[in-house]
């Protein structure tokens, strides 16, 4: 009677502490670079089919009954000996919360913990104390001196769930762990979010600041996997590399060690404004009238004469931007003596700037900073040429996983293609075909019943030009059969020219045998 009064004035935490009812499970932490597993790290659970199994309701029931620091010494204490019951050698991480920590040092010093740990037979340097809530403690000099304590006996700190929008970067310069476990938040659906990435990238420089190593949690997906290997991320910790279970890993999970090992690149993603306020669409634009190759000067000049308030005009070849030519240097050379005379009827091409700037219209006006700071000064004094509703863009995109495949804007009508999917083939013979198809739309009804149009070329001889078609070529990289971009874009370019040549949309090169 007075056993059962007693157990029932403890509380329902009390009684098990009391009768060691917790146990705990490992989770492993792998080496992202190869798979292999560097670490275990010990997560306390409570009895099963209990309202205390996880450890949330253990910490809420601490508080409760005001055992935060019995909890938690007592989970420390079956961690280090389940580890030794299972003979485990290997590195382990131990969470302690940083006021807990406080208190044991406080009364037995790093020496009462210390051991501790020796009397499970772990050896300082294979133990990482994982210090959690560390943003509530007011005095974070005190912390920073005790913890050098522990460090100087060589066991290593790590600071969990750091981003959690509480951490403290001031804690991480004064502790300097050797380890900060990048919070779940940021690294959940990366190879989706460019704002996660980003954020990563710079607690990436802040590890190399402070000499610290970074460990993704929650890694989740084969995804999300791939980019933080990508990025260089030391450590990950996930559902998918490992759950958390009673008996330690001895490998991850195989999906996740073949993601590893694979060689696909990730590709990242990018960062897009979520407001279209800074979108050069809403700029007002000037629809203006454009050169073609076979423009004399004389007719270059009527068109300024027309448009006075015309700074620059845009030369096309066909429907493709290829020069702008600027009015101001245009008409100096023009009101010369005895300009006209000899030069009127001579191509304006003479005063233009063949590579000029093309911005798409749902371009960010963000993206422009880059260019008008460049060293090349031509195009704050020449502008830009806006294009609008690019379908080689929109096509090319559409027949592209963004996980695995990289589209780039080379200039003009010319795109790079950078495919990891394994049917790429089958895509880029799509993207052709809907090109084709798409494009006839383009001509008035005359010119796609004659099949094209007649018109002069850049010499002024007239000629009969189909109607638009795409062209692909193709080229086959072997892993390590390259050292050199510029190798690869030598051979891009010849598959390229084969591709004009051949008539047939699609020419692949296999760059090692040199056959098209």
């Not at 253990?58 to 389940?82: D, G, I, K």
């Not at 009364?107 to 009397?119: D, I, P, R, T, V």
Request: hydrophobic share 45%; with cysteine; proline share 3%.
């Amino acid at each position: 009677m007075n056993a059962c009064a007693s157990e029932r004035a403890r509380g329902p935490l009390a009684n098990l502490l009391h009768y060691r009812k917790l146990y705990p499970v490992f989770q492993p932490i792998a080496v992202l670079s190869d798979g292999a597993i560097f670490s275990h790290e010990a997560l306390i659970r409570g009895p099963q089919d209990t309202p205390f199994h996880t450890p949330d309701a253990l910490l809420r029931a601490a508080a409760h009954e005001n055992l935060n620091f019995e909890l938690e010494y007592q989970c420390v204490s079956v961690a280090f000996e389940r580890w030794r019951a299972f003979g485990e050698t290997g590195r382990l991480f131990v969470n302690v919360s940083a006021a807990v920590l406080l208190q044991m040092l406080k009364q037995s010093g790093h020496h009462g913990l210390m051991a501790l740990a020796s009397s499970f037979g772990i050896l300082p340097r294979m133990l990482v104390l994982e210090i959690t809530e560390y943003e509530r403690v007011e005095d974070m000099d005190q912390l920073a001196s005790a913890v050098q304590e522990i460090r100087a006996a060589g066991v290593a700190l790590a600071l969990d769930d750091f981003g959690d929008g509480r951490s403290s970067l001031r804690l991480w310069s004064q502790l300097k762990p050797e380890f900060v476990k990048i919070d779940k938040y940021f690294t959940k659906a990366i190879s989706q979010h460019a704002d996660k990435l980003k954020t990563i990238q710079a607690l990436q420089q802040i590890a190399a600041i402070f000499d610290s190593a970074l460990i993704a949690e929650g890694i989740e997906t084969e995804d999300d996997l791939r980019v933080l290997r990508d990025l260089g991320i030391n450590y990950g910790q996930g559902y998918f590399l490992g759950r958390p279970a009673r008996l330690p890993r001895e490998k991850i999970e195989e999906q996740a060690h073949a993601v590893i090992r694979n060689r696909t690149v990730s590709v990242f993603p990018e960062l897009r404004r979520a407001s279209s306020l800074g979108a050069l669409s809403r700029l007002s634009i000037i629809k203006a009238p454009t050169a073609n190759l076979a423009t004399s000067n004389d007719e270059l000049a009527l068109i300024f004469f027309d448009h006075p308030k015309l700074h620059a005009i845009a030369v096309v070849d066909g429907s493709r931007p290829v020069a702008i030519i600027n009015r101001t240097f245009f008409m100096n050379e023009y009101s010369k003596l005895y300009y006209r005379e000899i030069w009127g009827r001579k191509s304006c091409m003479l005063h233009a700037n063949t590579k000029p700037r093309l911005i798409e219209r749902q371009h960010n006006i963000d993206e422009l900073v880059g260019i008008l700071t460049s060293e090349d000064q031509r195009y704050l004094a020449d502008g830009f040429i806006v294009t609008e509703n690019s379908l080689v863009a929109k096509l090319t995109q559409a027949h592209c996983d963004p996980r695995r495949d990289f589209v780039g804007h080379v200039g003009g009508d010319d795109f790079i293609l950078l495919y990891q999917s394994e049917d790429w083939q089958a895509q880029c013979q799509q993207i052709i075909d809907e090109f084709d198809a798409q494009a006839v739309a383009l001509f008035d009804a005359s010119a796609r019943e004659a099949g094209g149009i007649q018109a002069e070329d850049r010499f002024g001889v007239s000629r009969f030009f189909p109607l638009t078609t795409l062209s692909i070529g193709a080229v086959k990289v072997n892993h390590g059969e390259f050292t050199r971009a510029e190798q690869v874009a030598s051979v891009a370019a010849s598959a390229k020219h084969a591709a004009k040549l051949s008539g047939k949309g699609l020419a692949i090169k296999t760059s090692g045998d040199g056959a098209y």
